[in-house]
């Protein structure tokens, strides 16, 4: 009985001891599901936040893209009206151009390849591109590769892609690639896709498997063909005077839970790859997977040949040969 006495008080005076400790929270947006890759790297960051700065920081996570699309929320942590965004790196190269580069199609082998680059040397460099633009970018993440799904027809070739209308992100390499397919191209924020396929507005867009099943997407789209013609990545944006307004240890305390929980979103989007064909074709889909991605690569050969101008070969080649 003293014990528990004893223990209640002791318990009593952390509770008062908290509470007297000013207490911030902070915003952070996916355009996602809260089940899904995206959620589950903004809950695990949120949670780490607070364990790891003892409860004195607090992120409160909006999913569906409820505070906005992806560009909206990194225009809002711009501008610090919102504190924290997760993103892909869809519209980022209008904040961050040299973040473009990460975009270009058949760059990355398979995701092993794209995150030994984003963990290592040049993905480190491409995060500190983000600081003279307002932003703190914590660390990198993913959506994983992208495929392309319509209502139209299977697309088994190159040439099936010739004349679709899709809805693609607001992405300028995504744009010159896809009208290289012979794609008609339709740039439109996340949130606004569901509806734009279900009424014919579009005709198909591209995401990867953790994004077309926590959207559904299987409801409005009949075709599948997994031609992983390019990485996504996310990344964790925060407002850089938010930011440099932490004590070092809380700085340190974002950039590890901001790790923490890209570990988190890449176990999920593996989980979601490994399980997302069968699953999709259960709920009716047709998934081609057995593509001749050579023909896709061929496809694109004039376009490479312009992004080997805009970013140089040699930038180029230092991710392919990325080891
Ligand atoms: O970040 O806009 C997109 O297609 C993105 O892949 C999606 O919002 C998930």
Redesign the pocket.
């Known amino acids: 009985m003293q014990l528990t006495r004893l223990l209640g008080g002791l318990m009593l005076g952390l509770g008062f001891a908290a509470a007297a400790l000013a207490q911030t929270t902070m915003k952070i947006s ?3 599901a809260q089940n899904s890759h ?1 959620g589950v790297a903004i809950d695990t960051f949120a949670r780490e936040v607070e364990k790891r700065t003892g409860g004195r920081y607090k992120v409160q996570t909006f999913y569906n893209g409820a505070l906005g ?2 560009r909206e929320s990194i225009e809002a942590v711009q501008l610090g009206t919102q504190e924290l965004a997760f ?2 790196t ?1 519209p980022v190269p209008n904040f961050v151009p040299e973040t473009k580069i990460l975009d270009v199609p058949f760059l990355f082998r398979d995701k092993a390849h794209a995150r030994a680059v984003l963990d290592g040397p040049i993905g480190q460099d491409l995060l500190t591109k983000f600081d003279a633009k307002g932003f703190k970018a914590l660390a990198w993440a993913e ?1 994983g590769f ?1 495929h392309m799904t319509n209502s139209k027809r299977d697309v088994k070739d190159p040439a099936d892609l010739k004349g679709l209308k899709m ?1 693609t ?1 607001e992405n300028p390499v995504h744009i010159q690639a896809y009208k290289a397919f012979g794609i008609i191209t339709t740039p439109m ?2 949130p606004e ?1 569901f509806t734009a396929l279900q009424q014919g507005t579009v005709d198909g ?4 498997l953790p ?1 077309i099943i926590s959207a559904k997407f299987e409801q409005v789209q009949k075709h599948l063909t997994l031609t992983g013609h390019v990485y ?1 990545p ?1 990344i964790f944006v925060m407002n850089k005077g938010t930011f440099d307004k932490l004590s070092a240890a809380d700085k340190q305390a974002f950039v590890d839970a901001a790790k923490e929980a890209t570990k988190a979103n890449r176990a999920r989007v593996d989980e979601d790859d490994a399980k997302g064909v069968a699953d999709l074709r259960a709920k009716g889909m047709t998934v081609i997977d057995n593509v001749d991605k050579a023909k896709f690569v061929a496809a694109l050969a004039p376009v490479q040949a312009d992004f080997e101008k805009q970013f140089g070969k040699a930038a180029l080649d230092q991710i392919r040969n990325y080891k």
């Open positions: 996916i355009s996602t995206q699309g992806e993103s892909s869809g959506n992208r809805r992100m924020a996340f896709v867009q591209e995401n990867p994004v996504s996310c």
